[in-house]
């Protein structure tokens, strides 16, 4: 199948801080990517639709002035959570579709383990 | 009603028996399905995915589509330990521009 490589895979800071989070599709093109997060016990919640060349599109509820997301090439997405609390702890994945398969089907990230302090 | 809905679980059942995962969907156009299977900490991995009416079979998965009744599920015979993960279905969504919705997941635990 294809991958998607996510990194970092963990990363701790202090409350503030910016991090920045890298998706990468290593062997197909993604014009589309998702950003999901994934709270302990729970499913993942979609974030946001992140597409080639264009804004991403967000989903209810998730401030986009606080996830920034850029899709600046159709191998590389990423996530910014912008001066981050500890509330925004939580797991953040990644996914990808290949654009030369007419499926909906999802290739994940190893995901992000963010902790704020 | 819930766009993609599991029993949360936990399913116990014992090492050789057959799991049995269900699934339920409200988006009456929705054609494909897929079912992903999250081992704890880490991120979710296709594992099946059905497109028609009916069974398929992958090794010791089953996947069991009916359209009519908007209902999936997967079946996983001989279960292993290494099978004991939290299963989770996926239903794209054609009203919200294709997006892939997950249900909340059934945690599976296969006991020696």
């Known amino acids: 199948g294809a991958v998607v490589s996510q990194h970092p895979s963990r990363v701790i800071c202090k409350s503030g801080t910016s991090v920045k989070i890298e998706c990468r599709s290593l062997d197909f093109q993604a014009t589309t990517m998702f950003w999901y997060r994934q709270f302990p016990k729970q499913s993942l919640m979609l974030m946001a639709t992140s597409n080639e060349g264009s804004k991403a599109t967000y989903e209810q509820g998730v401030e986009k002035d606080k996830f920034l997301i850029n899709h600046a090439s159709l191998t590389l997405s990423t996530l910014t959570v912008t001066s981050a609390h500890p509330e925004d702890s939580s797991f953040y994945i990644c996914?990808?579709?290949?654009?030369?398969?007419?499926?909906?089907?999802?290739?994940f990230g190893s995901g992000t383990q963010l902790s704020v302090l | 009603q819930k766009e993609v809905e599991q029993n949360s679980g936990p399913l116990s059942v014992p090492e050789g028996a057959i799991a049995s995962l269900n699934c339920t969907y409200s988006d009456r156009v929705s054609q494909s399905f897929f079912w992903y299977r999250q081992y704890s900490g880490k991120s979710p991995e296709l594992i099946m995915s059905i497109y028609s009416n009916g069974d398929k079979e992958d090794g010791r998965f089953t996947a069991q589509l009916n359209k009519a009744s908007q209902y999936v599920s997967l079946l996983i015979r001989d279960s292993q330990p290494s099978d004991s993960a939290t299963y989770l279905c996926a239903v794209p969504t054609y009203n919200q521009g294709g997006k892939l919705i997950f249900g909340q997941g059934t945690e599976l635990s296969v006991k020696p």
């Open positions: 996914s990808a579709r290949d654009r030369e398969i007419a499926d909906e089907k999802l290739f």
